[in-house]
Nanobody, 125 residues
Framework: QVQLVESGGGLVQAGGSLRLSCAASGRTFSNYAMGWFRQAPGKEREFVAAISGSFGPTYHTDSVKGRFTISRDNAKNTVYLQMNSLKLEDTAVYYC??????????????????WGQGTQVTVSS
């Protein structure tokens, strides 16, 4: 059974940093796309960042470019999201996602087959 378990969320002041982790189990995702999405209260789940398998591009949504960085450690079957210079509008539940078959990163929710349970990130003023 495949599981994605996020960690690293919490409460942080604006301008601060957090690093989210997503540990996968049940299968290896080293060759496949993984991503981060977020959902704020009353809003739809939106794309944040995605990373390809062993080779290929990474993507970050415009609002986080220069502040967030997605990375992966295939030996640990884990993907990370380093979040710096956090803003109030970054407050959301952050979800990790992984594709069963797609190797190239995607910004589209429908291209991901597995999802974590989410981790809350709250940015305060």
């Amino acid at each position: 059974q495949v599981q994605l378990v996020e960690s690293g969320g919490g409460l942080v002041q604006a301008g601060g940093s957090l690093r989210l982790s997503c540990a996968a189990s049940g299968r290896t995702f080293s060759n496949y796309a993984m991503g981060w999405f977020r959902q704020a209260p009353g809003k739809e789940r939106e794309f944040v960042a995605a990373i390809s398998g062993s080779f290929g591009p990474t993507y970050h949504t415009d609002s986080v470019k220069g502040r967030f960085t997605i990375s992966r450690d295939n030996a640990k079957n884990t993907v990370y999201l380093q979040m710096n210079s956090l803003k109030l509008e970054d407050t959301a539940v952050y979800y990790c996602a992984a594709s069963k078959t797609r190797m190239v990163a995607s910004t589209l929710r429908n291209n991901y087959d597995y999802w974590g349970q989410g981790t809350q990130v709250t940015v305060s003023s």
